[in-house]
């Protein structure tokens, strides 16, 4: 059976949705394929590098809020990070256009390995704080995955699986996806946010179940979750 996810490297909820869904997974025997997908949550980001901002001003501006509710919210992404094993460093971080980081995923998936690239992408930007609007930071991390760095810079530089990353974004659209994480299960049953890892469970026994019953599609209770949209994270 496989899962697809819909995210994005510059989403906090997205790296807290990836370490649960593998969690859930680690309960299972069958063999279930994650497949990631692209999603912009910002298309208009700048492609040019600049310094880390002040995260929580951002948020404040963002939301119209209090500088204490705002900093309320990356107390709450960083514990959840925390929770899960991963270190959100929200002082570090360095806006950036996310599109060559999805070009790179969709080479890596051409390749059979997509999962390591998101791991070390989500770890750059979130924690590390390196500038993902570089071409030769974006290569050092493919290296660092266990992959061709050499080649990932050939593929930035060509604008090769862009076409890729476009065709997750409409799909995403057909299938009315607002704000990410979002995952599809097997023949379609889906759940949106940062699901705890328990929902994510069941929601994989019910799409085993469908899918070994050739069943018609659905989607998980009406909860909502922790997610980030085109307006931010909440």
């Known amino acids: 059976m496989e899962i697809q996810i819909w995210s994005d490297i510059a989403c906090p909820w997205c790296w807290v949705g990836k370490k649960h869904i593998e969690i859930a ?8 394929r994650v497949v990631w997908r692209a999603f912009e949550l910002n298309p208009q980001a700048p492609t040019t590098s600049s310094g880390p901002v002040d995260y929580a001003q ?4 963002k939301y119209r809020m209090g500088r204490r509710d705002a900093q309320g919210f990356i107390d709450r992404m960083t514990q959840a990070g925390r929770d899960v094993g991963v270190d959100m460093r929200f002082d570090r971080i360095r806006p950036c256009n996310t599109f060559n980081a999805h070009r790179l995923l969709a080479w890596a998936h051409d390749l059979g390995d997509r999962g390591a690239l998101k791991e070390h992408l989500f770890a750059a930007y979130l924690s590390e704080g390196r500038d993902l609007n570089d071409a030769g930071t974006l290569g050092q991390l493919v290296s660092e995955a266990g992959l061709d760095g050499e080649q990932a810079v050939k593929v930035l530089a060509d604008g090769s699986f862009g076409d890729e990353v476009r065709g997750d974004q ?20 889906t759940a949106s946010g940062a699901q705890t890892p328990a929902v994510l469970r069941r929601a994989l026994i019910e799409a085993l179940s469908r899918h070994a019953a050739e069943s018609s599609s659905s989607s ?11 307006d931010g994270c909440a």
Request: glycine share 12%; with cysteine.
């Open 25 to 32: 997974l680690a309960d299972f025997d069958p063999k279930v």
């Open 58 to 61: 951002r948020l404040a501006d």
């Open 170 to 189: 409409a799909e995403a659209q057909r299938l009315g996806i607002t704000g990410v994480p979002f995952f599809v299960f097997g023949h379609g049953l």
């Open 220 to 230: 998980t209770d009406g909860s909502s979750p922790a997610a980030c949209d085109v």
